[in-house]
Every structure is written in C-alpha cells, then in structure tokens.
C-alpha cells in the first residue's frame, strides 16, 4: 500500500501494498508497488532484508521503482525508497517512500496471519507528503497452495487534505514448485476499481524473483492498461536471529 505524485490521467497502478497504491491514486497518481498491489501479512525475518524493483509501462509513460526493506529487530519491517515516472514530453516525476510494518498475527499452522503498516510518501514536485495505514490479513489453504490476501486501509492526502478508505482483494496459486499465479482488484472509496493478473517466478529458489503482470482500470479503456516487470532479491542474512 504506498503513495506517490504521478498523475491519475497519465499512470495507471503498478504492484503491491493497497494502501500505498491507493495512496498514490487518492493523490491523483499513479499506483505502486511491488510485486502486485495487494499486500500479505507477512515480513522478512530479523536480520533479512530484500530488494523489489521493477519497471511499469503505460501509453502515459514508465515508472521505475526500488523499495529494500529491512528487519533490524523488534518485530518491525522498515522500508525506504521512491520511484521516478518519465511521461511523454520528457516529464519526469519524483517520490520518495519510508514504511514501517509490524506483524500483528503470524501466518501459523491456523491458516491466517495479520500485520499492520503505517507510512507516507513525500511528493518531489509537489513539495506534499501523503500518509497512510493499512491492515493485511493472509488465508492459506491448501497447504499453502493458495494464499488469498485482503487490505483495508486509510489515506490521508497531503496536498487537498482529502481522506480515503483503500481496500484490496489477492490471490497467489502455486501452480509449480516455482512458479505462482496472481490475480486482484484494488481501489478506493472514490473511483474505478483497478485489476491485475501476472506470474511469479523463482529464478534461484529463495533468493531472486521474477515477477511479471498486466492490468487496466475497471471501464479505463486501451489508454488505461500496463504492463509490469520486477525482480526481488533476498540477500543472505546479515545476522543470524
């Protein structure tokens, strides 16, 4: 779930957490996150971090997103980084994004999780910040075959001061040993919801991810649509616990 300054007419969503991608849009910009937009309950471990990065395209233009995050203990997930959107006419955009996300249930052998993340995103151009707060339930079914993820969050808009409720519905089928498939729609209590499909795959087990979606606002049109790839990486453990 995330926030940033791109805008509405000119980007469409992108990947991961609703509350930031709900953000961005409730902002009049274009969404983001990674892999997909829907966020799962879960963080990486203390003493892990990990890398998502990816490229969306649109008619618009393309954004370009990195978001490490980090486990330095206390239970807590902070993540910190931005993203650039190049619009035809050599327009260029800016954000800069820092969250904190905290688990509130763990996905255990009772097949649900629940955490809590809290952030904002300060707009380059603007010169406004976007605050948010979200909370993401995980079902796992099937021996965790497949994962049915769900948000609900809040955003509160900088610029107009305008406040929003952003919700989210995922799914994630381990259709092989390493290779998922995706699907959700996303949206906001003003405004078309959005949807997206895509592929997950594990190029080195556990350490590199390759992830690859299409998606449209509901009624948008063929100048809505985009197209997204993105890689995770999950470093070795800096320390152990």
């Not at 809590?116 to 909370?135: E, I, K, S």
């Amino acid at each position: 779930m995330r926030i940033l300054p791109f805008p509405r007419a000119r980007g469409v969503p992108a990947w991961r957490p609703v509350g930031l991608a709900c953000a961005w849009l409730a902002s009049g910009s274009a969404q983001a996150g990674s892999p997909m937009v829907v966020d799962d309950a879960g963080i990486v471990e203390p003493g892990h971090c990990q890398l998502e990065t990816w490229v969306q395209r649109a008619r618009s233009g393309t954004e370009v997103w990195a978001l490490p995050a980090c486990n330095f203990g206390r239970g807590v997930e902070l993540t910190v980084g931005g993203a650039t959107f190049a619009a035809r006419g050599a327009r260029i955009d800016s954000g800069v994004l820092v969250q904190a996300k905290t688990t509130l249930r763990p996905l255990d052998d009772a097949g649900w999780g629940l955490a809590l993340a809290v952030g904002g995103v300060r707009h380059v151009n603007a010169g406004t910040t976007d605050a948010y707060d979200y909370v993401p339930a995980t079902l796992s079914l099937a021996g965790d075959a497949l994962l049915i993820h769900a948000n609900l969050g809040w955003v509160r808009e900088g610029g107009s001061h305008r406040d929003r409720l952003s919700w989210g519905l995922g799914s994630e089928w381990q259709w092989h040993q390493r290779t998922s498939l995706l699907a959700e729609t996303f949206g906001q209590s003003a405004g078309r919801p959005s949807w997206q499909v895509g592929v997950r795959h594990w190029l080195l087990p556990q350490r590199l991810q390759l992830d690859a979606t299409c998606g449209d606002r509901l009624g948008g049109g063929a100048g809505q649509r985009w197209v997204a790839i993105g890689l995770r990486w999950l470093p070795k453990p800096w320390r152990s616990g």
